[in-house]
């Protein structure tokens, strides 16, 4: 079998198979590096103009334009401080809960690695 040509946006990794599989990347809106789409925590821009965090790995992703940052409170300071509203073409001030509601997705997420 060819080996396939390794796509900017990914990244093998041991499935659980034992086999490569292909694992989606995200930039942190934060730290800008890219990452797992899995380890980080998504945020998503409703049609009516909220802000949804998804649930960690698995589960239904809201529609909507998303952006992505780090589970780590140095990352999420960052992107509120300017990548996420850039990302999410968001206009006006963030809602107040959303650096709470950030953190809160810490724990969930910082043990996957
Ligand atoms: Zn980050």
């Known amino acids: 079998m060819r080996p396939l040509p390794k ?28 990452r797992p789409q899995a380890e980080l925590i998504r945020v998503a821009r409703s049609g009516a103009g909220e802000l949804v965090l998804d ?16 589970p780590a409170e140095r990352c999420i ?11 999410l073409r968001y206009e006006g001030s963030l809602p107040g809960d959303l650096r709470k509601r950030l953190i809160e997705r810490i724990p969930a997420l910082e043990g996957l690695r």
């Open 77 to 87: 300071e960052q992107a509120l401080a300017g990548g996420l509203k850039k990302m």
């Open 55 to 70: 649930p960690p790995a698995g589960g239904a992703r809201s529609s909507g334009r998303g952006a992505y940052v780090c």
């Open 7 to 34: 796509p900017a946006w990914a990244e093998m990794e041991r499935g659980a198979t034992n086999r490569l599989v292909r694992v989606p990347l995200r930039t942190c809106a934060g730290c800008r590096r890219q």
